[in-house]
Every structure is written in C-alpha cells, then in structure tokens.
C-alpha cells in the first residue's frame, strides 16, 4: 500500500468516527458550560461574536489571510502533506506560546486571544489549501475552507452535515455552499468556550492557554488534512 492509498483509507475511517456520538463528559458539560457563559460579561460574548464575523467576512473578500506560496508542479501527494504538516507545526508553536501570554495577562489580555487565534487558524487554512493546490482566490474555493472550519469545531449534530456537504462539494447548488455565519459562531463558541474560558482564570491561565491553542490547532490540522484528502482522491 502506498502513501496514497494509506492516507486515503486513514480519511475514510476519519469521516466515519465523525458519526460516533461524543464522550460523556463533551455532552454534559454543555449544561455547565451554559451557566458559566452567562456569568461572563456581554462585552466579552461580543468580542468572540465580531471576531468571528469580521473573520468570516474577511476570509471571503480580502486577500488577509491568502500568502503566496510558489508551488510545483511534480509535488507529489505525500510532498504537499510534508509543507502542510511542517506549517501546521509554525503555526501550532505560534497559537501556544500566543496562549500563554495572553493567558498569562489578566482577564482582558485573556479576552483578546480570541480573535488572534483565529487569525492564526485562518492563515494556515489557507497556506494548507495552496499547498494542496486550491486556487484560494476563488469566492468558493474560500468558502470551502471556512466549511472545513466549521467541520472542525462543530457539534454532534451540525459536523455530520458538514462532513457531508464537504465531501459532494463539487455537485452542491450554491445555495447549500453559503456560510451560515450564526451557525459557524454559535457552533464554534460552543465548541471552545469551557477550556478556553478556564484561560481566563488567574493563576492558571497561561498553561491552559499554551495547551489549549496548541490542541485546538492541532484539531483543526487533522480536519484539514482529511477533507483535502477525501476530495482529491474521491
């Protein structure tokens, strides 16, 4: 088996844990999760809401987050996964060592990570889909990459109709494609907000902060890599 084929079938087995229901602790903690976010100040809930929207509006019509990369043309598969895999880990290092200051700053340096790391999320979304040879200037192409985002910190219910959009890409009407930004925000919030406000906690801030952005990067590599990987070889 080569390469290929190997990393095809890890993809395939991927997309399916996707439909296994999540652990007991994920699912219980969403009660908990509820009366912490409302013990937060509105002001911070508006900082995570506008900095996913600017983001989202960003990523679709500015070139922010788009750095040339010069690619080759004899670039084998397993070549393209090796620059994604070694950027992922610049940018995993960044998102770390980015947690632990802001973590280590107070609550309000603490409020601010939210909106850089998803800065840092979005630039490695769209060095990774160059380096698997998408065309990121195209509107859909771009599109496609914020679905991954989604894909990758979704709940149980909305990561199977992701994970199914993304895989029939190619044959969705374009009004299935559109970016739901509510959804994208409320799924993600929900996703990241208990270990992320645990960031926020004196005294313990900045080792949560350097352990959690590298995870939540790290989650998001793994998505990215087999969503690319489904659609290139399927």
Do not use: C
């Not at 993809?11 to 602790?25: D, T, V, Y």
């Not at 929207?53 to 690619?71: D, F, G, H, N, V």
Request: proline fraction near 2%; charged fraction near 25%.
């Amino acid at each position: 088996m080569n390469y290929d084929q190997q990393m095809y079938k890890e993809a395939l087995r991927w997309s399916r844990s996707l439909e296994k229901r999540s652990g007991l602790i994920q699912r219980s903690s969403k009660g908990f999760q509820s009366t912490i976010n409302s013990k937060i100040p509105d002001r911070v809930h508006n900082v995570v809401t506008e900095s996913i929207k600017k983001m989202i509006e960003l990523a679709l019509t500015t070139s922010q987050y788009i750095r040339p990369i010069e690619q080759e043309t004899d670039w084998t598969f397993e070549q393209r996964e090796q620059l994604v895999q070694d950027r992922l880990k610049q940018y995993k290092s960044t998102a770390a060592w980015e947690g632990a200051g802001t973590g280590a700053g107070g609550f309000w340096l603490g409020v601010a990570d939210f909106p850089l790391l998803l800065s840092i999320k979005m630039k490695f979304l769209f060095d990774a889909g160059q380096y698997y040879g998408l065309d990121v200037n195209r509107y859909e192409e771009r599109v496609f990459l914020l679905h991954i985002f989604m894909l990758a910190f979704s709940s149980d219910k909305e990561r199977v109709r992701v994970r199914d959009l993304l895989l029939n890409w190619e044959n969705e009407p374009l009004e299935r494609k559109k970016i739901d930004w509510r959804t994208l925000q409320i799924e993600y919030r929900d996703t990241i907000d208990l270990v992320k406000l645990m960031q926020l906690v004196p005294g313990i801030g900045a080792i949560v902060g350097y352990v959690a952005n590298g995870r939540l990067l790290e989650q998001l590599g793994e998505t990215t890599m087999n969503v690319h990987r489904l659609r290139l070889f399927s």
